[in-house]
Structures are given as structure tokens and as C-alpha cells.
């Protein structure tokens, strides 16, 4: 059964570091990976989606990259900010076509 | 503005009552989801739809239906056997079931 683990639970970094939030999978049978942000409340917004077949995804300050023999994905933040302030939720779409998600980093970052 | 809506955004059900809660999207997505979020967890799969007048059970189906009559709308019903049905509510789409998923706002259940 596959399953997703994000770490660390929470991370809490000053304004303009660069952070690396880490997601792994125990089964590299996966169709792609997308990573999410969620805000206190409010539905996921997809930030990421990684295809099996790729190494890497980039969007401005973010990069994302999967190693899919190791059942490993990070994402990268580049110089952080409040606004970068949220949960983030990497998932993994597998076998059946079903979406398995981790339980999340919470992110906090200081002004 | 092409999006997924949601409502109600807060539900209250009481003991032995159904309960409907309503998704549309405008998107034309063919794919749509319902998953489930207890706090401090990752979302849980309730149901999927690859198109209309079909869908599939995810992890934890047992308390809830659905239907896919249109293709625009995935409502979800939380039923008297769902033992635990406080929780928040999502609803997603995607253009097929290995793209991108959009999600709705949410709705909040609680049972009273």
C-alpha cells in the first residue's frame, strides 16, 4: 500500500531563506506527483505537477524535483516570504487512478 | 471566471440526517473528486469520476454516494451510516485523471 510522508511536520524560517520541503513514497509505481499549498481554511491551489517521466518542474520561485527510484520528491523554495506563509501538501497519483496525499508542512515565515 | 464552486461553505447535520453537499465546476473537466480532510491530515479519497454516469470508490467510500448525471456537477451525500462525518469537505476536477487538479473552497460538516 503506498504512502506518503512529508517532513518536517513544520518549519518555521526568517524572510529570504531558501528552504527545501521533502516528500517520500514507498512505491515508484506512480503515474505523477503534484505538489499543493493550502491556506487555514481554504481549498488546495496547485503549485507543481510532475510527471513519472521527468526529473524536475520549475514555477518562478519554486522547483520541484522527483527521483522516482528512491521514491523522493522535494521542493525548493527560493528566497522566502510572509506571503509563502501555508501547509504544503505533496500527493501521488498511483495505480487505480487514485490520488494519495501526505499529511503536509506547515510552513511559517518571519517577517 | 472558470473555477470549481462549493456550497454550503458550513453544514450542520444532526444525528441520522443525509446531508448533500454540492460541486460544479465550469472548466469542462471530465475527471472530478470528493476527498475528505481531518485536521492535521492529508486528504482522503472518497469517491472519483472519470465521466458521466460513471465513478469509482477511493479509500474510504463506506457512509457516503454520489452521482455524475451532468457532466458540469459531482454532488456528495454523507448518509446516516457515516459513523465520523464531521470533517472538511473537498471537491476537485481535472481534465483527465493524470492532469492537474483544481479544488473548490471546501465545506466544513459538523454533526451536532
Known amino acids: 500500500k503506498q504512502e506518503v510522508t512529508q517532513i518536517p511536520a513544520a518549519l518555521s524560517v526568517p524572510e529570504g531563506e531558501n528552504l527545501v520541503l521533502n516528500c517520500s513514497f514507498t512505491?515508484?509505481?506512480?503515474?505523477?506527483l503534484q505538489w499543493f499549498r493550502q491556506d487555514p481554511g481554504k481549498g488546495l491551489t496547485s503549485l507543481l505537477l510532475?510527471?513519472?517521466?521527468?526529473r524536475e518542474q520549475t514555477s518562478g520561485r519554486l522547483n520541484a524535483s522527483l527521483d522516482k527510484s528512491s521514491g523522493r520528491s522535494t521542493l525548493y523554495i527560493a528566497a522566502s516570504q510572509p506571503g509563502d506563509s501555508a501547509t504544503y501538501l505533496c500527493?501521488?497519483?498511483?495505480?487505480?487512478?487514485?490520488?494519495?496525499f501526505g499529511a503536509g508542512t506547515r510552513l511559517f515565515v518571519k517577517a | 471566471d472558470g473555477g470549481i464552486t462549493q456550497s454550503p461553505k458550513y453544514l450542520f447535520r444532526k444525528e441520522g440526517q443525509n446531508v448533500t453537499l454540492s460541486c460544479e465546476q465550469n472548466?469542462?473537466?471530465?475527471?472530478m473528486y470528493w476527498y475528505r480532510q481531518d485536521p492535521g491530515q492529508g486528504l482522503r479519497l472518497i469517491y472519483y469520476?472519470?465521466?458521466?454516469?460513471?465513478?469509482q470508490k477511493g479509500d474510504i467510500a463506506e457512509g457516503y454516494s454520489v452521482s455524475r448525471e451532468k457532466k458540469e456537477s459531482f454532488p456528495l451525500t454523507v448518509t446516516s451510516a457515516q459513523k465520523n462525518p464531521t470533517a472538511f469537505y473537498l471537491c476537485?476536477?481535472?481534465?483527465?485523471?493524470?492532469?492537474?487538479?483544481?479544488f473548490g473552497p471546501g465545506t466544513r460538516l459538523t454533526v451536532l
Open positions: 476537485a476536477s481535472s481534465g483527465g485523471l493524470t492532469d492537474t487538479q483544481y
Open positions: 512505491d515508484s509505481a506512480i503515474y505523477n
Open positions: 510532475i510527471q513519472s517521466s521527468q
Open positions: 500527493a501521488v497519483l498511483v495505480g487505480g487512478f487514485k490520488t494519495i
Open positions: 472548466l469542462n473537466h471530465d475527471a
Open positions: 469520476s472519470q465521466i458521466v454516469n460513471d465513478f
